[in-house]
């Protein structure tokens, strides 16, 4: 090779290598050579025209490039824009799918072996689950200028169970009812009844539901059963404690319990328990115990009330009252008679403040004395102090009782039409109250209705 030849100048040129994808494209400058022209912006731009990148390049980065003479160097001329992928929908519970029934344990890590958490209340309107709606993204753009899809987010899939509904624009499940929470069948759902299939015991803890309950057992000792509805209990109640805002029946009946109703009561029999309801009190057999009704007393079928305490305001029915042996049973019968009793409280009441009062007043006139003759002892002052706050405070009460009582006697004018039904027989042994009129039964009456005629209780044919 001639001398000649060796000094030809060789300009820079450009070599570009594209990602297969598009994603990216890299270029590099040969070295100039015997005086050959260096590498510029328009053979650049030429070089990237030819190979179809028009989109991404990296035009600052190419221009120092350029500049700098970063010959025979990989340099990234261009970077495609990459898709934004849309996000999934998704369901977020705030309940847990899992029920696991185990003692509850309260903030003071005392645990509670009655309250096994078998019921989850929930009210009308409370969230179950918060739902986000999926995003569609944004297409990415090649280097050379074609889109690229994005992957489209999913929706969340979830059910809406039986008593819960999609609110706020389908952004939210909430009960639609008040109930009992349960996951099942792939769905929470608002169960407005629940069911216990065997017995209330160590197996169920105690029941605190917002609905109706239906027991097909029985309500062992100790145990609690409440609703904000209607009780039914298949089996027998035995030393136990039943407490509804509706009706409570209980087929098997109750013995040494307490029952609580905000509306009826009706028992298969009744064993010296305490029973309470703002409507009518039914069963075959009262024996012992203490009733309540706002309405009536209904001793249905065999119809016997024997011992015990019964107060209704409207009626009473059975068909025997009280035994043979003059078990001591008591009727009281309407609200004069209620008030009757209230009044004869009070009275007693306000014997005893009134010997404390006196006791206090006593105390106070020997600490006047002894105040007299010197400055009283701090031990003394302080007693003074004492026995006037409380004698102040029972006078106090002596003056609420009073007024009561005024009230009572009030009260006690009106009269009501009110009788006490007897469908076989009545025994020596009952107390018959009505309104403010009392009856001593001293002989045995068949068939017959108790009322109030002239002041008094008197007893005629049915």
Known sequence: MSEFENKIPVNSTVEISVDPNRTAAFISFTQPENGGSDMTMEKVRKALDENFISFGILEDDLKKAVEQKRYNENICAAKWQPPVNGINGVVQYYFNKDKHIAPVEDEHGVVDYKNLGLINNITAGTPIAEISFPTEGEPGIDITGMKVPQKVGTPARYNVGAGTQLVNGDTQIVAAINGNLVFKGGAFVVEEKIIINGDVDVSSGNIDFIGDVMIKGGVFEGFRVASKRSVTIMGLVTSAEIVADGDVMVKGGVINSKVVSKANVKVGFCENSDITANGSVESPSFVGGEIFASEKIIASGKGVMVGGKYTALNGVEASVIG????????????????????????????????????????????????????????????????????????????????????????????????????????????????????????????????????????????
Do not use: C
Not at 330 to 340: E, K, Q
Not at 366 to 373: I, N, R, V
Not at 374 to 380: A, E, H, I, Q, T
Not at 440 to 450: D, G, H, I, L, Y
């Open 323 to 462: 035994s043979e042996n003059y078990t001591k049973t008591l009727v009281t019968l309407g609200n004069n008679a209620v008030l009757s009793e209230e009044r004869e409280q009070l009275e007693k009441e306000n014997s005893q403040l009134d010997d404390q009062a006196d006791q206090l007043g006593k105390i106070l006139l020997t600490l006047a004395e002894f105040a007299k003759k010197g400055k009283l002892s701090p031990d003394r002052e302080q007693m003074q102090t004492d026995a006037r706050r409380n004698r102040l405070r029972l006078l106090n009460q002596l003056r609420a009782n009073q007024k009561r009582i005024m009230e009572i006697d009030e009260a006690l004018q009106l009269m009501q039409n009110l009788f006490v039904s007897v469908k076989r027989i009545i025994y020596p042994g009952v107390t018959l109250r009505i309104n403010s009129s009392v009856l001593k039964v001293n002989s045995a009456e068949n068939r017959v209705r108790a009322t109030v005629q002239g002041g008094d209780i008197v007893f005629v044919p049915l």
